[in-house]
């Protein structure tokens, strides 16, 4: 069951004249894995992040560094959630991301579907998609015995 969706696009140039003027951003949004990042990256990594916050209904006290995109060993992206974004995506019952980012003159654009899976469901997509497994996240039930 879909649970939240999420879309935010962002200007390249207006991104890069922010970061020029505020250099301290980029240590108050991104984790150390994404500092390295080129300035295109960033504002794609960005757009993820305001579209995970849109799909989590934007949490008052969701802290930025909660929520990072790493890459899969071909390249393609998915979210990974600690401390409130973790906390918001539990209560919300979301055990799977999918997302999808570009960037290309002018803009970067990031995507995401925020998704709550049976353990039936989990289950069948192990098994059709065992590399797909790492958009799945440990959810416990609410009650013992029941999935969220």
Do not use: Y
């Amino acid at each position: 069951m879909i649970i939240g969706t999420g879309i935010d696009v962002v200007n390249l140039d207006r991104f890069a004249s922010i970061i020029e003027r505020n250099p301290a951003l980029i240590e108050r949004v991104f984790v150390p894995a994404e500092r390295g990042k080129t300035l295109r990256s960033l504002a794609a990594r960005f757009a993820a992040k305001e579209a995970i916050a849109k799909a989590l209904r934007a949490p008052s006290g969701m802290v930025w560094q909660h929520c990072w995109i790493e890459n899969t060993d071909d390249g393609a992206p998915f979210v990974v959630t600690t401390g409130t974004v973790a906390d918001r995506a539990a209560s919300l019952g979301i055990n799977r991301w999918h997302l999808t980012i570009t960037h290309d003159d002018p803009v970067a654009i990031a995507s995401v579907v925020a998704e709550h899976l049976t353990l039936e469901e989990q289950e069948i997509l192990l098994q059709i998609d065992a590399e797909g497994a790492h958009q799945l996240i440990s959810v416990e039930p609410a009650v013992e015995g029941e999935s969220r």
